[in-house]
């Protein structure tokens, strides 16, 4: 049942990708979309399964062995699949967001040539056929199989208008920042390896606990740090954290769908979800876990502050999700990882619902990202105001709307845990997501209608018509006049996705407002390590706090939230007048979040450049021509030298060749003789 969740997908993969192309776009796109539909249906069947097993010390999991993968000595490693309440979240999450994307995708992407449409089916399946091995994996090597997958289909996705030159950048960008990230997860694998001799999720656990309880000392805890803070490495660069973000909103330039399904279901997660997984490895290596900690609060202030001057609709929810990737890195860095994939879950529907609704204004105005040309879009597209609105409430953390919840898990646990720094730039940056997620919301949907007025050059290329790219650049003419709402498949998706965003918190209502925190308790176990008796014997320990406080902190929040949305409205919700006025008052600040802190370019100086002097100058020039050219034209020169001096003996004569047969003879009689 396990390996049928993948392997669904993977077989839509392998039928657009072959003869897709020859079939219509409807028979394409619904083969594909059916596939996710399938997947989902067999992972609710699975946990289905799954919550009806008699737990094991206290853990309900389904393992499916499928073959042993690699026997080598003492090694060996099996392509094993394990369903336990963690996985489980993640497979409903990844299948059933995933498939209104791709229910989604079949009108928005309807333009495309029926080749480039079964293309990206085929990319689109691949996605998620990885990422669900990634999070099924039973073991590091795995995971490792999905985690590599993902990001290849990233490059795929990213670059998938590829004759567009800042599209084929883009695709190799995500690519290469993450294969340095990639390095750091793979030295973390061997190091792990070399010191406990396996690479399965639960033996490891194990065997990590067991330094603390049979030594009654952290024993151990360089390497443990050492490996951490390696395979966190690993983290940054697919869950887009300092100092490895910088692919992310980039990626922008793959269709909206893309984006939707790598920020919301997909890639982004996969560092999260690796942590949680290795909850009781991380527990070990509290250096490990402040550091992490530490870097997700800075992210989401560094994106946050960033996202308040962007004017690209898709490039401020790729800031978005930085920051909000940042907050979950936040929650598992003090220990509370059942609330990091709290946030995981509930973002997956806010944020799948955001880049749809974006999708749907920019399919409405013929590929314009830019929010300074949109406005007065709120009557004429009403299914995707409605709930674009209820998307922006539950992101900016307003009750009763999901994002509410979790990110006041997140903010309770920091404070609970007595990083009360942590929680007070948390909350900043809370206030920062509210300004400027409302900021989009009034810049896109109030006040009168700016389509007209954008330029030709100003368009471009989220929705663009064959994979030429082309289209979008040049709208026609009065668009503002020819608004038509989504259509219905795309329509579906954004109410069904808001239908989440409003009740997927509920799962997770905290003790002090009456609830029991019920996914706090479903994915508890799965931060534990068992005997192989099924005896618990370390887990992530809880942090509980007084009521009084939590509600206290719990209203500053609301409060926070609330002015940021004030904020917003003071400055965009007629006009641009006071937002200009204030950039200019401070344009020195204002110009450095526009331009992103320059970091691409501090790395394109730091980085970039000097490998390019050194591949051309050194490499290329070199060792490529120099050294290497050299050695090869060498040979060659030298065997064509011989060969002018042996082909002078080869006259065509027959009485010259008699007469050397004839000296030869007589010196050979000559030498014997003589001797």
């Known amino acids: 049942m396990l390996l049928l969740i993948p392997l669904l997908p993977f077989l839509g993969f392998l039928i657009n990708a072959t003869v897709g192309r020859r079939w219509s776009q409807g028979l394409s796109g619904g083969i594909a979309t059916a596939a996710m539909a399938g997947a989902f249906g067999v992972s609710v069947a699975a946990v289905w399964t799954m919550l009806g097993l008699e737990p094991i010390g206290g853990v309900r999991a389904i393992d499916q062995h499928v073959f042993t993968w690699i026997a080598s000595s003492t090694l060996e490693i099996p392509f094993a699949l394990r369903l336990d309440p963690l996985s489980s979240i993640m497979i409903l999450v990844i299948t059933g967001i995933g498939t209104l994307i791709h229910l989604y995708s079949t009108a928005y992407m309807h333009d495309e040539t029926n080749p480039d449409f079964a293309r990206y089916f085929s990319y689109l399946n691949l996605f998620a056929s990885f990422m669900l091995i990634l999070v099924l994996g039973a073991s590091f090597p795995v995971m490792f199989i999905g985690w590599e997958g993902v990001g290849l289909c990233s490059y795929l996705l990213i670059g998938f208008y590829y004759t567009k030159q800042s599209a084929a950048d883009a695709g190799k960008k995500a690519f290469v920042v993450n294969r340095i990230g990639d390095f750091g997860f793979i030295l973390g694998m061997l190091i792990l390896f070399t010191a406990f001799g396996t690479l399965d999720f639960q033996l490891l656990a194990i065997q990590v606990s067991q330094l603390e309880v049979e030594a009654g000392t952290m024993a151990g805890a360089g390497l443990l740090t ?160 409605w709930t674009f609105l209820i998307g922006t409430i539950a992101i900016s953390g307003l009750p009763p709307f999901a994002g509410f919840f979790s990110k006041d898990e997140i903010l309770w646990k920091t404070w609970s845990s007595g990083h009360y720094v942590l929680w007070g730039l948390a909350v900043v940056a809370a206030f920062l997501t509210a300004t400027y997620m409302f900021r989009l919301l009034y810049m896109t949907f109030w006040g009168t209608s700016r389509a007209n007025s954008a330029p030709e050059h100003e368009g ?31 329509a579906i998706a954004l109410v069904l996705l808001a239908v989440g965003s409003i009740v997927a918190g509920f799962f997770g209502v905290p003790h002090a407002l009456g609830g029991h925190n019920q996914i706090e308790a479903f994915l508890e176990p799965s931060f534990h390590a068992m005997t192989l008796s099924g005896e618990e014997v370390a887990h992530a320990a809880a942090v509980h706090g007084d009521v009084a406080i939590e509600l206290g902190l719990m209203g500053l929040s609301i409060a926070v939230a609330i002015a940021g949305i004030l904020l917003a409205t003071a400055l965009f919700k007629n006009g641009f007048g006071r937002a200009e006025a204030l950039a200019a008052q401070f344009s020195g600040v204002h110009k450095v979040l526009y331009n992103k802190y320059y970091v691409d370019e501090l790395y394109d100086a730091v980085f970039v450049q000097p490998i390019k002097r050194l591949s051309t100058g050194a490499l290329w020039k070199v060792m490529d021509a120099g050294v290497i050219d050299g050695i090869v034209n060498g040979v060659g020169l030298t065997v064509r030298g011989w060969s002018a001096v042996l082909r002078r003996v080869q006259t065509g004569s027959v009485r010259a060749y008699a007469m050397s047969i004839f000296v030869g003879v007589v010196a050979i009689l000559g030498y014997y003789l003589w001797r």
Do not use: C
């Open 226 to 385: 050492g490996a951490t803070l390696l395979l966190f490495l690993g983290a940054t660069g697919k869950s887009a954290q300092l100092p490895l973000y910088v692919w992310l909103p980039d990626a922008m330039e793959g269709p909206t769908p893309v984006s939707a399904l790598i920020h919301a279901a997909t890639m982004v997660t996969a560092g999260v979800y690796m942590i949680a997984r290795n909850a009781v490895l991380f527990s070990h290596a509290p250096f490990t876990l402040e550091v992490i900690a530490i870097v997700g609060v800075l992210t989401a202030l560094v994106a946050g502050t960033i996202g308040l001057v962007q004017n690209d609709i898709k490039r401020v929810l790729a800031y978005s999700t930085v920051s909000q990737l940042g907050y979950m890195f936040l929650a598992v860095g003090v220990g509370a990882f059942a609330g990091g994939v709290f946030h995981l879950y509930t973002h997956a529907f806010f944020k799948a619902l955001l880049f749809l609704g974006s999708g749907a204004v920019i399919h409405a105005l013929h590929g314009q990202q830019d929010m300074r040309f949109m406005g007065g879009l709120k009557d004429k597209l009403p299914i995707t105001f």
């Open 460 to 490: 471009t290329s989220a929705h663009v018509h064959g994979s030429t790219g082309h289209s979008a650049a040049h709208p026609p003419s009065g668009p503002s006049a020819h608004l038509h709402d989504a259509p219905r498949p795309m």
